[in-house]
């Protein structure tokens, strides 16, 4: 079965570096992969979307890369705030009726 | 503003009780989805609904019924044999065939059990 994993549950980061989660996944080939950002007792937020032949995609201090070969996406914040903390969701499509599948999600502490 | 209302943020049901959760889009959306999600796991698709007055099972459907009679409406009734209901539901809508599209989620219903 299709199976993606997060790199860890919770991250800490001093603020102002960069902070760096990683999503790894097995058994597929998704033709993209998407970030989200879900706060305490919210709904996920989309924040990018990257497909199978994109090596990379920027917006504002967030940057996605996607290896296909390695089965990975790296999500970057730089210049990372305390208002960055929050839990972030990688999620992949699975070629079916549109459906995606999400990762277990990083925590991700800023520390001022 | 569009978006996607989820009612009500806060829900307990008793044993042997149904209880339904509401679902609202004004995003014109034809595909809506409800999510399951317990701390420590991402989220599981329960039901999905590609368009009206069809809705297929998702990973989690047991012990879970929907129904989609109007585009902008999916809601979910959570059955009594459903054993272990307590958790944060989550539901989402997005445009099927255009896979720049994401998913757009309400902020959530939470269940517990009295």
């Known amino acids: 079965s299709q199976k993606i994993e997060q790199n860890s549950e919770a991250l800490n980061i001093q603020e102002g570096k960069t902070a760096t989660l990683t999503c790894n996944y097995t058994n597929y080939s998704p033709a993209y992969l998407q970030w989200y950002r879900q706060d305490p007792g919210r709904g996920p937020v989309f924040l990018l979307l990257?497909?199978?032949?994109?090596k990379e995609k920027r917006k504002e201090r967030l940057k996605v890369t996607f290896d296909t070969t390695l089965k990975q996406s790296l999500f970057h914040i730089t210049a990372s705030q305390p208002a960055d903390s929050a839990t972030y969701l990688c999620a992949l499509d699975i070629g079916e009726d549109d459906k995606i599948i999400f990762g277990k999600g990083t925590r991700l502490h800023i520390l001022p | 503003d569009g978006g996607i209302t989820q009612s009500p943020k806060y829900l307990f049901r008793k044993e042997g009780q149904n209880v339904t959760l509401s679902c609202e889009q004004n995003l014109n959306h034809d595909a809506m989805y409800w999510y399951r999600q317990d701390p420590g796991q991402g989220l599981r698709l329960i039901y999905y609904s590609q368009i009206v007055n069809d809705f297929q099972k998702g990973d989690i459907a047991e012990g879970y019924s929907v129904s989609r009679e109007k585009k902008e409406s999916f809601p979910l009734t959570v059955t009594s044999a459903q054993k272990n209901p307590t958790a944060f539901y989550l539901c989402a809508s997005g445009q099927i065939w255009d896979s720049n599209q994401p998913q757009h989620f309400g902020d959530g219903t939470r269940l517990s059990i009295l």
């Open positions: 990257i497909r199978e032949n994109e």
